[in-house]
């Protein structure tokens, strides 16, 4: 049969517990590479790794709060940590990894009021040619896919942008939209309270989004 060892584990305080966990499942066929960059006309390419591991977990230490990890699944790295205050641990908590973007839901207590939150990773490369950008991503070699894999493990070298927004009705649970080929945008499902469901558009939940 067959034997588990344990390879790596993560050391939380005392006053941490786990609440959730989420890996996106990677598919090249369902996912888009890049992020226009409308003020430079540039692209900012996605940082997709299929290895990472989101936790979100809740801390007792002072005011409660959340705290979430970016983990990589091979070596036990934390990648990234974030904190977030003001939850009202009554409500329900959601947690979502859908390629470099992670949602987290909460009701903020001092708000009054659902919130989204959204930790996005982009590689920490703005590409402006466009020729540069076919034979990276569409003409690859094999030694680039080589570097690319060796360059996610030693050296993450991605950029994290973090947004909070407000959704109105009360979230149970949420989801993403599957298609073929990528041929819509996977838009986000959302469970509310009422047990309504809506779908939200993954533009208006864009950390880079620009303000109207």
Do not use: C, M
């Not at 900012?44 to 990890?69: C, E, M, Q, T």
């Not at 950008?133 to 060796?150: A, R, V």
């Amino acid at each position: 049969g067959f034997k588990l060892q344990q390879t790596w584990n993560i050391a939380l305080s005392q006053e941490e517990t786990v609440l959730k966990t989420a890996q996106f499942d990677y598919d090249p066929e369902e996912s888009s590479f890049g992020n226009i960059v409308p003020e430079e006309k540039k692209v900012l390419f996605k940082f997709i790794d299929s290895n990472n591991i989101a936790v979100l977990s809740r801390s007792n230490f002072g005011r409660p709060h959340l705290i979430l990890y970016i983990v990589n699944g091979v070596t036990g790295r934390i990648l990234d940590s974030r904190t977030q205050y003001e939850i009202d641990f009554t409500h329900p908590v959601s947690l979502l990894f859908e390629e470099n973007a992670i949602f987290v839901t909460y009701f903020n207590s001092e708000k009054l009021k659902y919130e989204f939150w959204v930790t996005e990773l982009y590689v920490d490369h703005i590409e402006s040619s466009f020729t540069d950008l076919l034979e990276k991503h569409w003409f690859g070699s094999k030694e680039t896919e080589e570097e690319e894999e060796k360059y996610n493990f030693e050296d993450p070298g991605f950029v994290v942008f973090t947004e909070k927004y407000a959704f109105i009705p009360g979230i149970k649970e949420i989801g993403t939209i599957q298609n073929r080929k990528g041929v819509s945008r996977k838009n986000i499902i959302v469970i509310t309270s009422s047990n309504q469901v809506y779908s939200v558009d993954r533009i208006f939940l864009n950390t880079r989004r620009q303000p109207p």
